[in-house]
């Protein structure tokens, strides 16, 4: 069985300043885990992805995401938000990628001017 | 523009009636993936096809069906439909079944309006 908890339902930042948005998953295998980003009326994009080959991963837009296994962790951050990162989201967890996803509930991202 | 095309943007139709959503996966991709995004229930996968065979079925209701077919693109029917099947459905799509792990590309998503 695997599970996504995304600690965070809404967070709010002030643009220019760092993103942290935090993920814990659950998983009886070793998993794979993906950063999805939504925008308004949107389908879901790939922003990055954990599949065992670096603990830190490097994404679109400035993103990045660090695999703590003894914590059980995956969060997404960025060193300086901007306007065009308001969006929702989602944290991912999958075994392998080519089964299905199991998506965490969403984080909506606000970046205040 | 992540290659999944989903047809049509938006429908709405009333309870009790009868809907096709139909998907195209990214060129090469031979599997394709069903979820259903509502309010209440968050983002739930409902149904895999792989090169024309069902795979795995997630939170699919039996009222709900699915199939792919030889050139590879999927429809979803929904059927006997409910108020509270009003969401927004996606497709996605990857590579295959082998080897791995693959990333899911989406399409931008038919919102199903229930009256």
């Known amino acids: 069985a695997q599970s996504v908890t995304q600690l965070d339902s809404h967070v709010s930042v002030s643009e220019g300043t760092p993103v942290l948005l935090r993920c814990n998953y659950s998983s009886s295998y070793s998993p794979s885990l993906f950063w999805y980003v939504q925008h308004p009326n949107k389908g879901l994009q790939l922003l990055l992805k954990?599949?065992?080959?670096?603990?830190l991963v490097k994404g679109i837009n400035g993103f990045e995401a660090e695999f703590k296994k003894s914590e059980t962790s995956f969060h997404l951050t960025k060193p300086s938000a901007h306007m065009s990162d308001a969006a929702e989201y989602f944290c991912v967890v999958s075994r392998s990628g080519r089964r299905a996803l199991t998506f965490g509930s969403g984080t909506r991202l606000q970046v205040q001017p | 523009d992540s290659g999944v095309t989903q047809t049509p943007k938006h429908l709405i139709t009333a309870t009790g009636q009868r809907v096709t959503l139909r998907c195209s996966p990214r060129s090469g991709d031979l599997s394709v993936y069903w979820y259903q995004q509502s309010l209440d229930q968050g983002l739930q996968f409902l149904i895999q096809?792989?090169?024309?065979?069902?795979?795995a079925k997630g939170n699919i209701l039996e009222r709900f069906s699915a199939q792919q077919f030889p050139d590879l693109h999927s429809e979803l029917n929904l059927s006997s439909l409910e108020l509270g099947d009003s969401a927004l459905y996606f497709c996605?799509?990857?590579?295959?079944?082998?080897?791995?792990?693959?990333?899911?590309?989406f399409g931008p998503g038919t919102r199903l309006t229930v009256t």
């Open positions: 954990y599949t065992s080959a670096a603990t």
């Open positions: 996605a799509s990857s590579v295959g079944l082998a080897g791995g792990p693959y990333e899911q590309y």
């Open positions: 096809y792989y090169n024309g065979e069902e795979r």
